[in-house]
């Protein structure tokens, strides 16, 4: 008799330790999942500020639409951002990078899918959109100093813009609903700037020279200083010289030679 006592308390105890099991779990395979989207939806929210900051630097570099229009633009962007750099063009920029070259959702990264492997990101020509606004700097700061430079250079100032991405993604945290509404993500950067109307790296430098005091002192006295400053350093720079090429030129195919000093 004890000992059909205890073993029906021993049952009793497997019973309710696996209901307890069973509670938990429900409990903790949701928090689990929404974890793991947690860093996926983390991670494309950082992408969508960087597409942002691109977006809006490139704008308020090139106000011209006529030059560089939105469409194109936003097309850049969302292959540059938004595909594996490795899949389109092995890893390298090109003019006409496209997200209508890449074949469905093939290219994106492998943490932008769901625990079934399907994308979380569908259709990026449509679910993914810039909206442009001006941004108001005002009349100080940032927008002196941007009036002082263009000015000095001759050039024409048109003010900032703002770049605000939008991205619609699968919602995975919703487990009621049948058709859950998609997740939509945004990031806005808004950024000043001037080209100064530049079209090349020859004008850029015309345009530099400007704003650079060096670049007026007379040619004996520019010899004068080096001379000077060769006591001290002896390859020391130049005065006044103002190079245009970022890249030598010998590591860019074709490129012509504009390291000439102004």
Same mark, same amino acid.
């Given at each position: 008799?004890?000992?059909?006592?205890?073993?029906?308390?021993?049952?009793?105890?497997?019973?309710?330790?696996?209901?307890e099991?069973?509670?938990?779990?429900?409990?903790l395979?949701?928090?689990?999942?929404?974890?793991?989207?947690?860093?996926?939806?983390g991670?494309l929210?950082m992408t969508?500020?960087?597409?942002?900051?691109?977006?809006?630097?490139?704008?308020?570099?090139?106000?011209s639409?006529?030059?560089l229009?939105?469409?194109?633009?936003?097309?850049?962007?969302?292959t540059?951002f938004?595909?594996?750099? =490795?899949?389109l $063009? *092995?890893?390298?920029?090109? %003019? #006409?990078?496209?997200i209508?070259k890449?074949?469905?959702?093939?290219?994106q990264?492998a943490?932008w899918?769901?625990l079934?492997g399907a994308p979380?990101?569908?259709?990026?020509?449509k679910?993914?959109?810039?909206?442009?606004?001006?941004?108001?700097?005002?009349?100080?700061?940032?927008?002196?100093?941007?009036?002082?430079?263009?000015?000095?250079?001759?050039?024409?100032?048109n003010?900032g813009?703002?770049?605000?991405?939008?991205? =619609?993604?699968? $919602? *995975?945290?919703?487990l009621? %609903? #049948?058709s859950?509404?998609?997740?939509?993500?945004a990031?806005?950067?808004?950024?000043i700037?001037?080209s100064?109307n530049?079209?090349?790296?020859?004008p850029t430098?015309?345009?530099a020279?400007?704003?650079?005091p060096t670049?007026?002192?007379p040619g004996?006295l520019?010899?004068?200083?080096?001379e000077?400053?060769?006591?001290?350093?002896?390859?020391?720079p130049?005065?006044?010289?103002?190079?245009?090429?970022?890249?030598?030129h010998?590591?860019l195919?074709?490129?012509?030679d504009? %390291?000439?000093c102004k």
């Amino acid at each position: 008799m004890k000992y059909s006592s205890a073993h029906s308390g021993r049952s009793m105890q497997r019973g309710q330790s696996i209901a307890e099991f069973l509670v938990a779990l429900a409990v903790l395979t949701p928090l689990f999942m929404a974890v793991t989207y947690a860093g996926r939806y983390g991670d494309l929210q950082m992408t969508a500020t960087q597409a942002s900051r691109y977006a809006a630097f490139q704008r308020a570099r090139e106000p011209s639409e006529s030059r560089l229009g939105n469409s194109v633009l936003e097309d850049q962007m969302r292959t540059r951002f938004f595909a594996d750099g =490795k899949y389109l $063009n *092995k890893g390298h920029l090109q %003019s #006409d990078d496209s997200i209508d070259k890449l074949k469905k959702e093939k290219g994106q990264p492998a943490l932008w899918t769901d625990l079934s492997g399907a994308p979380l990101l569908t259709t990026p020509e449509k679910n993914i959109t810039v909206n442009w606004t001006d941004a108001p700097v005002g009349s100080a700061g940032a927008a002196k100093a941007m009036g002082l430079m263009t000015k000095t250079a001759g050039k024409s100032y048109n003010g900032g813009k703002v770049a605000q991405v939008e991205v =619609k993604l699968a $919602n *995975k945290l919703d487990l009621v %609903s #049948d058709s859950p509404k998609p997740i939509v993500i945004a990031a806005a950067t808004a950024a000043i700037g001037d080209s100064l109307n530049s079209g090349g790296s020859m004008p850029t430098r015309d345009a530099a020279s400007t704003l650079v005091p060096t670049s007026k002192v007379p040619g004996v006295l520019k010899g004068l200083l080096e001379e000077a400053l060769s006591l001290f350093e002896p390859e020391g720079p130049i005065i006044g010289c103002i190079k245009p090429d970022v890249v030598a030129h010998e590591r860019l195919d074709g490129a012509p030679d504009n %390291s000439a000093c102004k």
